[in-house]
């Protein structure tokens, strides 16, 4: 697979092999970029990024990106008026039918994203100097225009039916690619979420894998004391789709989720994770990690520090 960023863009850092070295850049560029932000989703980093690593380097199926390596400026709402219009969707390859897509549904896991494309060479670093800024394409709550997205998933819980619909289609069609739907625990709460898999089981929805980060926390706390989801595994199976469950962060786990598949039965991977996975310096803030406000700028400096600190140990 052609992981390559796109001809004539700027150049792009050297794009590590391995996936777990991925991952922890990941981590260290999103706590780097919620410092200069004052504030940011950095726990949705440290619980997707091997997740995320793993899918953009090994399982994904996908062309080199079609997108710019610095994202030009909003260019409005995608329709017949507006031909200026770029999906962000450009950024994982061009839509064809032998290449699989990837759909984000949890928008505020966006930083993840976009620090995952440029750990896999998809953008530049340079675009996160972008991030949050007027005019750009870099929200902190991305939508389709958003570099990896090309789907605004809101209100919550929705994408699960565009990613089934978007799967049946290319059935119909008689398309090779797969779809990818990474989603959150959260969304386990909603009703459509058991709806769409209701129907992926009734239409034997095979070439769409739903991976669930399972890090047990919300915007109020803790999952399990907003609404249960548990036990999770048994609710999607009497559903009808087949699920496994795994650590999250174990890199070969998440490498043989391909072997899970089945013949007419969607799969759902229940990825069980850790909010502050390699960024110990949260645990204080347990389970009110959802999103990261320092509380002075003496913590800031705190959090500036240890990342310091996770370069010198990478650096050795």
Same mark, same amino acid.
């Given at each position: 697979?052609?992981?390559?960023?796109?001809?004539?863009?700027?150049?792009?850092?050297?794009?590590?092999?391995?996936?777990?070295?991925?991952?922890?850049?990941?981590?260290?560029?999103?706590?780097?970029?919620?410092?200069?932000?004052?504030?940011?989703?950095?726990?949705?980093?440290?619980?997707?990024?091997?997740?995320?690593?793993?899918?953009?380097?090994?399982?994904?199926?996908?062309?080199?990106?079609?997108?710019?390596?610095?994202?030009?400026?909003?260019?409005?709402?995608?329709?017949?008026?507006?031909?200026?219009?770029?999906?962000?969707?450009?950024?994982? &390859?061009?839509? $064809?039918?032998?290449?699989?897509?990837?759909?984000?549904?949890?928008?505020?896991?966006?930083?993840?994203? #976009?620090?995952?494309?440029?750990?896999?060479?998809?953008?530049?670093?340079?675009?996160?100097?972008?991030?949050?800024?007027?005019?750009?394409?870099?929200?902190?709550?991305?939508?389709?225009?958003?570099?990896?997205?090309?789907?605004?998933?809101?209100?919550?819980?929705?994408?699960?039916?565009?990613?089934?619909?978007?799967?049946?289609?290319?059935?119909?069609?008689?398309?090779?690619?797969?779809? @990818?739907? #990474?989603?959150?625990?959260?969304?386990?709460?909603?009703?459509?979420? @058991?709806?769409?898999?209701?129907?992926?089981?009734?239409?034997?929805?095979?070439?769409?894998?739903?991976?669930?980060?399972?890090?047990?926390?919300?915007?109020?706390?803790?999952?399990?004391?907003?609404?249960?989801?548990?036990?999770?595994?048994?609710?999607?199976?009497?559903? &009808?789709?087949?699920?496994?469950?795994?650590?999250?962060?174990?890199?070969?786990?998440?490498?043989?989720?391909?072997?899970?598949?089945?013949?007419? $039965?969607?799969?759902?991977?229940?990825?069980?994770?850790?909010?502050?996975?390699? !960024?110990?310096? !949260?645990?204080?803030? #347990?389970?009110?990690?959802?999103?990261?406000?320092?509380?002075?700028?003496?913590? $800031?400096?705190?959090?500036?520090?240890?990342?310091?600190?996770?370069?010198?140990?990478?650096?050795?």
């Amino acid at each position: 697979m052609d992981r390559s960023p796109a001809a004539g863009t700027a150049v792009i850092d050297e794009v590590p092999d391995d996936a777990r070295e991925i991952a922890r850049r990941i981590r260290l560029r999103a706590l780097r970029q919620v410092i200069e932000n004052k504030g940011g989703y950095l726990s949705q980093a440290c619980s997707s990024a091997e997740a995320l690593a793993v899918l953009y380097t090994n399982l994904m199926n996908i062309g080199a990106s079609e997108g710019p390596a610095m994202p030009a400026p909003y260019q409005g709402v995608p329709g017949p008026d507006n031909p200026d219009y770029l999906s962000g969707g450009m950024y994982n &390859g061009p839509k $064809r039918p032998e290449l699989d897509r990837f759909i984000l549904s949890p928008t505020h896991y966006s930083l993840a994203l #976009y620090v995952t494309l440029v750990e896999v060479g998809r953008l530049a670093p340079a675009t996160l100097d972008e991030f949050e800024m007027d005019g750009g394409t870099l929200e902190m709550i991305g939508a389709e225009h958003s570099p990896g997205l090309e789907i605004t998933s809101g209100s919550f819980g929705q994408a699960i039916s565009q990613a089934a619909g978007m799967a049946l289609a290319r059935r119909l069609k008689g398309d090779a690619g797969h779809v @990818w739907l #990474y989603i959150s625990d959260g969304e386990m709460q909603e009703g459509q979420t @058991w709806e769409a898999l209701a129907s992926m089981a009734h239409h034997r929805i095979d070439n769409l894998t739903v991976l669930i980060d399972a890090n047990g926390q919300q915007v109020d706390g803790r999952l399990e004391a907003v609404t249960a989801a548990e036990p999770m595994r048994e609710r999607i199976e009497a559903f &009808g789709a087949k699920c496994v469950e795994i650590d999250g962060h174990d890199v070969e786990a998440l490498l043989a989720i391909p072997a899970e598949r089945e013949t007419g $039965r969607p799969l759902v991977v229940i990825c069980r994770t850790d909010p502050a996975r390699g !960024m110990e310096v !949260m645990r204080d803030r #347990y389970p009110e990690t959802h999103y990261v406000i320092f509380r002075s700028e003496e913590e $800031r400096e705190r959090y500036r520090d240890y990342a310091s600190a996770l370069e010198k140990e990478s650096d050795t």
